[in-house]
């Protein structure tokens, strides 16, 4: 991990992980402060107390080196502390500033792709206003609604009239033909094999041309 240390480049990634162990180093400086603290304590002292008497000679009843000792690092280590919790604090901002821009970036990529897929879509020709249950066109996943696009060899730059996709139709008996729809604003492909079934027809719909 490089984000410590005070001459992080920026250059690498926060991560929570990155985080957690910012946290771990600030309980331990914690720890440490504290049994600094309890050294201060069995010597009946605290950070502040002179450590001369009234004669102004060094104190006999307590151990100056390590009272010394105690409150120097006390020092250090609060120092450490402050620019820990500084550390903390600019991790977790740089780690939910990014998070933000990614959900950001997400929500611009979505809303660029909606875009785009409309702006490439033609505009349909025919409609599809009934589809019969059990029939090809059911099977293959035509509904009521669905836009056409393309229907075999037909689509919005050579379709002229009904007679184009009947003509397909007839010389597709048994044989898949692509059919492309626009459903809910979104593109759709199916694939349709016009074909003899219990009811009328080769494909079980009915499809009504769009003038535009």
């Not at 105690?70 to 740089?94: F, G, P, T, Y």
């Not at 293959?140 to 037909?154: H, M, N, T």
């Not at 007679?163 to 033909?177: D, F, M, T």
Request: proline share 4%.
């Amino acid at each position: 991990m490089k984000t410590t240390g005070g001459n992080c480049s920026g250059q690498s990634e926060i991560t929570m992980e990155d985080v957690q162990n910012l946290v771990k180093k600030k309980d331990e400086i914690e720890e440490q402060i504290k049994a600094y603290y309890d050294v201060l304590e069995d010597q009946g002292v605290g950070v502040e107390e002179p450590l001369i008497d009234e004669e102004g000679f060094p104190r006999s009843d307590v151990n100056l080196y390590q009272i010394r000792t105690a409150r120097h690092n006390i020092s250090c280590l609060q120092n450490d502390h402050k620019a820990i919790m500084v550390e903390i604090e600019e991790a977790l901002h740089k780690l939910h500033a990014r998070e933000k821009a990614k959900r950001e970036q997400d929500e611009t990529e979505a809303q660029e792709e909606a875009m785009e897929q409309q702006v490439t879509l033609p505009p349909p020709f025919a409609r599809v206003d009934a589809v019969t249950q059990g029939s090809p066109a059911c099977g293959a996943g035509l509904r009521v609604g669905d836009e056409v696009i393309e229907f075999g060899s037909v689509n919005t730059g050579n379709f002229q009239n009904l007679q184009n996709i009947a003509s397909v139709v007839q010389h597709s008996e048994g044989k898949p033909l692509r059919v492309t729809v626009i459903r809910d604003g979104q593109k759709a492909q199916m694939s349709l094999t016009p074909q003899r079934w219990s009811g009328r027809g080769l494909l079980g719909c009915n499809i009504v041309p769009l003038h535009r």
